[in-house]
Nanobody, 121 residues
Framework: QVQLVESGGGLVQPGGSLRLSCVVS????????MGWYRQVSGKERELVAG???????NYADSVKGRFTISRDNAKNTVYLQMNSLKPEDTAVYYC???????????????WGQGTQITVSS
């Protein structure tokens, strides 16, 4: 069974920093794209940052210059470094991964359980 487990969430003051980690475990052949999404109650889940298997990245306009996504393939882990946090960054953050369960399979998509990030003084 594939699992994505996030860690590092919590409460932080405006202007502060936080680093999220997401570890992928289970029966996996290859991890393709990975990303971080966030969702506020009543709103659609949105992409915050994505990273390809080759290391290419993309960010939501609202976080460019403040957030950095990275990955450690040897550890099956994706990170999100969040700096200069703002109250509007408050949301539940979800880790996401596209992966191959076995050679020749199509890509399957998995979500983490989500972690609450609250930016408040």
């Amino acid at each position: 069974q594939v699992q994505l487990v996030e860690s590092g969430g919590g409460l932080v003051q405006p202007g502060g920093s936080l680093r999220l980690s997401c570890v992928v475990s289970g029966s996996i052949f290859r991890i393709s794209d990975m990303g971080w999404y966030r969702q506020v109650s009543g709103k659609e889940r949105e992409l915050v940052a994505g990273i390809t298997s080759g290391g290419g990245t993309n960010y939501a306009d609202s976080v460019k210059g403040r957030f950095t996504i990275s990955r450690d393939n040897a550890k099956n882990t994706v990170y999100l470094q969040m700096n200069s946090l703002k109250p509007e960054d408050t949301a539940v953050y979800y880790c996401n991964a596209d992966l191959l369960r076995w050679p020749g399979s199509t890509r399957s998509n998995y979500w983490g359980q989500g972690t609450q990030i609250t930016v408040s003084s």
